[in-house]
């Protein structure tokens, strides 16, 4: 069966999620910053609830948590201890009814950090803020229940061979609460699937294949073989990512995502095996598919009607 996931936001419900930046913090002195970074981590806080809420009463099983749910939360200036927040007491404890409410509805949550959180950087200095952001998000992750921090391989930097060599080291020195959760996905530029796969079996890292991505840059193996290879990265139920290009697939630029999946651009092999024409390309497992089109929540219920009945929901 397959879980649909949300990501980070809303497209037409009134559910939103605040941010702040460090140029409108610098108006205030640090008491004033922890205020207003409470009154906003709290105010997230009890979005999330919201949202997953909702995923539970729309057939959505998945929900992406948004990198900066504690804005400024490793900012070199404004930055913070959980601890140091007026309501962090509040916070946590609303953090954890979120985790409690996926607990009990069957439901998954993510992290997907930004692009510039990069383990195979040459800068170290890159890398520490990277560690950084990556054990803020492993904070939030404990409270929630999230269990996939996914990261994409970061740059060449001129070396690829050199780049994933680093990356594979990064990833082998990483505090427990994050390597436990992380992913790697194929991006659309540097890193295809085939890439990835050896860090991936080396270190025991789960692969996250993006379908999109790899068919921007592609590496020569089918859809069904990269499907099977990253099943078999998992001890887990497995996570993929499917979003249609804006332009179409003949356009110059086919990375941008659309508002919508095309449904043609879901591939058989990841439907219930019982839907499958093929006895070669059947999943006999249970699958996450976080949808990443710019209508969100709109885009997975015109993918649902687009694939039903062939599609069995968890």
């Not at 995923?55 to 804005?71: E, W």
């Not at 560690?131 to 269990?147: H, P, T």
């Not at 436990?180 to 692969?207: A, G, H, K, Q």
Request: aromatic share 8%; glycine share 4%.
């Amino acid at each position: 069966m397959i879980r649909l996931g949300l990501c980070c936001v809303f497209k037409s419900e009134p559910i939103k999620f605040s941010r702040t930046t460090a140029t409108f913090q610098y108006r205030f002195d640090r008491n004033r910053q922890l205020e207003n970074l409470s009154s906003i981590c709290r105010r997230n806080a009890e979005s999330l609830f919201q949202a997953l809420t909702y995923c539970h009463a729309n057939r959505i099983g998945d929900f992406r948590i948004n990198s900066q749910i504690l804005p400024l939360k490793t900012h070199p200036d404004c930055g913070y201890d959980i601890k140091e927040l007026p309501d962090h007491d509040s916070i946590i404890k609303t953090f954890q009814k979120c985790g409690a409410l996926c607990i009990r509805n069957n439901i998954r949550t993510t992290f997907h950090p930004d692009q510039f959180i990069l383990l195979s950087s040459p800068d170290p200095a890159i890398v520490s803020k990277s560690l950084n952001d990556l054990i803020y998000q492993a904070e939030v992750a404990e409270w929630v229940g999230a269990d996939v921090i996914n990261l994409h391989g970061g740059g060449a930097y001129g070396d690829k061979k050199s780049a994933l060599k680093r990356l594979a080291g990064q990833i082998d020195k990483l505090p427990d609460v994050v390597r436990s959760r992380l992913t790697l996905e194929n991006d659309d530029r540097v890193y295809t699937p085939e890439d990835l796969f050896p860090v991936c079996r080396d270190l025991e890292i789960p692969m996250v294949y993006d379908v999109h991505h790899h068919r921007c840059l592609n590496d020569g193996i089918s859809i069904e073989k990269t499907t099977d290879a990253a099943l078999k990265t998992w001890n887990r139920e497995p996570v993929f990512h499917l979003s249609s290009p804006l332009n179409g697939w003949n356009s110059k630029k086919t990375g941008p995502h659309h508002d919508y999946i095309d449904p043609q651009d879901f591939p058989e092999c990841w439907l219930p095996s019982e839907n499958v024409k093929n006895p070669e390309m059947k999943i006999d497992v249970d699958i996450t598919i976080e949808i990443e089109a710019k209508a969100k929540e709109l885009a997975i219920f015109k993918l649902i009607k687009d694939l039903e009945p062939r599609i069995i929901l968890l």
